[in-house]
C-alpha cells in the first residue's frame, strides 16, 4: 500500500494531475475497511507534498457528479507511457482511479517527477498519532537492543509456494489445504526446480537454525512482525525462547481494536525503529523497511538466503558443515539499500 502511493504521487506529477487523499482497496490486503486517515496522518501528508503535487481530501463540487473511469495499468508488460496514454485520459474524464503499472520503470522519470515521489516516500508519511504512540510503547517494552524478524509461513503463504513441506503437522496441513485454491503444490522434478531456485519458505525451524549459524544469541530480545496465524512456530520459540509478538505487549482491549492494516502499521514501525532486522525472503515489506532503515543510517538488515541454504540441504551437508556455510554466505550480506524501493532517492556515493 505504502509503496503504491508513493507511486501515486510520481504518477500525478508526471500528469500533472491533483491527487485525491488515496481509498484502500480493503479487499485487496486484509479484508480491512480502514481508510487512509486511519493509518497515516493526512495533515502532514499534504503539507509535505506542497509544493511537488497538489493532493485534495475531497472533489470540488463541479466534479462530485463525475464518475472515476478506472485505469489498471497493472498487468501492461510492454514499455508503457503515462504521458502517451493515460494523460489523454484524463484530460477526456477528467477524474480517473489508476493501479500503477507494475512493468513501468520510474528511474526513467523525468526528474521532477522522481522527486516527488521520493518525497512522498521517505518525506511526507507518517502514521496517525494514535499509532505512532502505540508503536513507541511497544517498543518502550521491548529490552534493547532487540531484533526484528519478518518471518513469513503462514497458510495462504504457504499455498502460493507451491512447495512441499514434509515437516508440517496435520493440523498446518490442513490450514494451509483450506486456503490453497487451485494452487496446487509442485511435484517431482518441477518441485525439485522450483526449490533450487530458492522459491520455497525457509520454515520456523530452518529459521532458527540459521539464526544459530549466525551466532545470534538465544537470549536475543526478539520481536515478532508476523502476521496472524503463522505455522509451525515452536520450531523457532522452542530455541528462541525471548520472543515478543503484539499480543505480549498489547493489553487484549487494545489488540482487539487493531484491523488488518493497523497491524502491519505497527510492524512497520518497529521494524525500522529495532536495532536490527531480518527477513526470510524478499517481499513489500522489506522493499519499504530496509531502506527506511538505511535512510535512518541503520544498514544492520540481513534477507536470509534461503536459496542457499535449500540448495545446500539438497546436497545433503552436516548441520556442521551446513552452519559453516551459512555463517560464510551472510557474514557480508548486510543490506545498504541497493536494488530496494526507491533507489533513485539514495546518493550512491552515501551506500
Keep these: 500500500m505504502r509503496r503504491d502511493l508513493c507511486d501515486g504521487v510520481g504518477i500525478a506529477r508526471l500528469l500533472n494531475a491533483t491527487l485525491l487523499v488515496p481509498h484502500f482497496d480493503g479487499a485487496a490486503y486484509w479484508n480491512d475497511t480502514s481508510g487512509f486517515a486511519d493509518i497515516f496522518d493526512v495533515d502532514y501528508f499534504i503539507q509535505r507534498t506542497k509544493g511537488f ?50 512493468s513501468q520503470r520510474p528511474d526513467r522519470y523525468p526528474l521532477f517527477a522522481k522527486s516527488a515521489r521520493c518525497q512522498a516516500c521517505y518525506g511526507a508519511i507518517r502514521l496517525v498519532k494514535n499509532l505512532e504512540q502505540q508503536a513507541e510503547l511497544m517498543i518502550k517494552k521491548l529490552p534493547r537492543p532487540f531484533l526484528t524478524l519478518h518471518l513469513r509461513f503462514e497458510p495462504d503463504m504457504i499455498a502460493y509456494s507451491q512447495c512441499m513441506y514434509p515437516s508440517l503437522s496435520i493440523e498446518s496441513i490442513k490450514a494451509v489445504d483450506a486456503v490453497r485454491d487451485s494452487r496446487n503444490a509442485f511435484t517431482g522434478d518441477t518441485e525439485l526446480a522450483w526449490r533450487k531456485r530458492g522459491k520455497c519458505l525457509l520454515t520456523p525451524s530452518d529459521v532458527a537454525f540459521i539464526f544459530q549459524a549466525l551466532h ?11 502476521g496472524d496465524g503463522i505455522l509451525e512456530k515452536e520450531g523457532f520459540t522452542s530455541v528462541y525462547t525471548n520472543t515478543f509478538t503484539k499480543s505480549t505487549l498489547l493489553d487484549e482491549e487494545s489488540l482487539d481494536l487493531l484491523k488488518g492494516n493497523s497491524k502491519a502499521a505497527l510492524d512497520y514501525h518497529i521494524a525500522v525503529q529495532s536495532d536490527y532486522y531480518i527477513a526470510t525472503m524478499f517481499g513489500n515489506m522489506e522493499k519499504m523497511v530496509m531502506p527506511m532503515r538505511v535512510l535512518r543510517n541503520n544498514y544492520n538488515s540481513l534477507l536470509l538466503k534461503k536459496k542457499e541454504f535449500t540448495n545446500a540441504t539438497l546436497r545433503g551437508l552436516n548441520a556442521s558443515a551446513l552452519k559453516k556455510l551459512m555463517w560464510q554466505c551472510h557474514k557480508k550480506a548486510f543490506v545498504t539499500g541497493k536494488g530496494l524501493a526507491l533507489p533513485d532517492c539514495f546518493c550512491e556515493e552515501n551506500l
Design 216 to 226: 545470534i544469541p538465544k537470549d536475543m530480545p526478539i520481536y515478532m512482525a508476523t
Design 53 to 102: 503535487v497538489r493532493v485534495v481530501k475531497e472533489l470540488p463540487q463541479t466534479l462530485t457528479q463525475v464518475k472515476p473511469v478506472f485505469i489498471n495499468c497493472r498487468k501492461r508488460k510492454d514499455p508503457f507511457d503515462y504521458i502517451e496514454e493515460v494523460l489523454p485520459l484524463l484530460k477526456k474524464h477528467k477524474v480517473i482511479r489508476i493501479l500503477p503499472a507494475a
